[in-house]
């Protein structure tokens, strides 16, 4: 089902405050493989946050995305807008494609409770 962390990409970006503390808006990026997928993340806050888009076109690929979205209504998951720097280090790890203007987050716990809602909606791998 869901496996650890294989891979991290790094803290982007490398700010340290003088006393070694990382300051807000420091993230690390890296990939998780969820359901034979290898996904990219970046971890906010101690919050592993996955591309909405990766998501749906990659892990959701034959589930039409209106089914996805009220499923996402009735577990009453919000996806978060990531900012500019999140953008760039989503696209650097080719987990939103490099055209893309803005891109939502999803966290981890919200994914595993979506992909447990949508199993039976998926064909068998």
């Known amino acids: 089902m869901f496996l650890t962390c294989e891979g991290t990409f790094g803290i982007v970006p490398a700010t340290m405050d003088y006393n070694g503390e990382g300051r807000p808006g420091d993230f690390h990026a890296g990939y998780q493989e969820i359901e034979g997928i290898n996904l990219g993340y970046l971890q906010i806050n101690g919050t592993q946050m996955f591309a909405l888009a990766q998501v749906l076109s990659d892990l959701f690929k034959d589930i039409p995305r209106t089914t996805i979205s009220k499923k996402m209504e009735t577990l ?13 280090t989503l696209k650097a790890i080719n987990s939103v494609p490099t055209r893309a203007v803005k891109c939502s987050l999803i966290s981890k716990a919200d994914l595993e409770a979506l992909c447990t809602s949508c199993k039976s909606l998926s064909p068998r791998r």
């Open 76 to 88: 009453k998951i919000k996806s978060r807008r990531c900012d500019l720097k999140e953008l760039r």
